[in-house]
Antibody, heavy 119, light 112 residues
Framework: EVQLVESGGGLVQPGGSLRLSCVASGFTFSSYWMHWVRQVPGKGLVWVSRISTDGSSTSYADSVKGRFTISRDNAKNTLYLQMNSLRPEDTASYYC????????????WGQGTAVSVSS | DIVMTQTPLSSPVTLGQPASISCRSSQSLVHSDGNTYLSWFQQRPGQPPRLLIYKISSRFSGVPDRFSGSGAGTDFTLQISGVEAEDVGIYYCMQATQIPHTFGQGTKLEIK
């Protein structure tokens, strides 16, 4: 069964940092692009970032560029999102997603991890 | 960025009746490779979203055939042929033709 399990969320003060992790199982992690998407409680979905299979290519939403860094460890089947200089508007559930191998887009979602930025 | 606009934002439907959700993009979603990367997702209450439809009209694995997608260019539609109670939730379209990928605002499907 394909699974994505996020962790690392929590409460952090403005200006602080967090690192989210996403452990993948049930598929060959190193063959798939991976993404992060976030959702403010009760609001819509916002794409955050993506990374290529070997980590050599990354993209970010303008709202997080320069503050967030996506990375991966294919030996550990793990995707990361390093979040620095956090702002209250970064408060959201963060989902790890698998990029489709057959078309541009995403197919499988994790359950999400909640991040709250507040003093 | 490509702006995705869904209508309606709320759709009360009688069980067994059809439902339709529209999604319009601010520019063509046809990629340079000739494909159109428009997907639909369903988010049930308290759950993460799940993929229903990709590339306008292809149903993802395990998705019931009452769900169908259509459209081209900038105008797309998700149709449910006969709504069931388990279909309650919020539906999102998403374009993956360009970076950043962008989502519609969501359409809340509820039972009358």
């Amino acid at each position: 069964e394909v699974q994505l399990v996020e962790s690392g969320g929590g409460l952090v003060q403005p200006g602080g940092s967090l690192r989210l992790s996403c452990v993948a199982s049930g598929f060959t992690f190193s063959s798939y692009w991976m993404h992060w998407v976030r959702q403010v409680p009760g609001k819509g979905l916002v794409w955050v970032s993506r990374i290529s299979t070997d980590g050599s290519s990354t993209s970010y939403a303008d709202s997080v560029k320069g503050r967030f860094t996506i990375s991966r460890d294919n030996a550990k089947n793990t995707l990361y999102l390093q979040m620095n200089s956090l702002r209250p508007e970064d408060t959201a559930s963060y989902y790890c997603l698998r990029g489709s191998i057959a078309w541009r887009g995403v197919d499988v979602w994790g359950q999400g991890t909640a991040v709250s930025v507040s003093s | 960025d490509i702006v995705m606009t869904q209508t309606p934002l709320s759709s009360p439907v009688t069980l067994g009746q059809p439902a339709s959700i529209s999604c319009r993009s601010s520019q063509s979603l046809v990629h340079s490779d000739g494909n159109t990367y428009l997907s639909w997702f369903q988010q049930r209450p308290g759950q993460p979203p799940r993929l229903l439809i990709y590339k306008i009209s292809s149903r993802f694995s395990g998705v019931p055939d009452r769900f169908s997608g259509s459209g081209a260019g900038t105008d797309f539609t998700l149709q449910i042929s006969g709504v069931e109670a388990e279909d309650v939730g919020i539906y999102y379209c998403m374009q993956a033709t360009q970076i950043p990928h962008t989502f519609g605002q969501g359409t809340k499907l509820e039972i009358k």
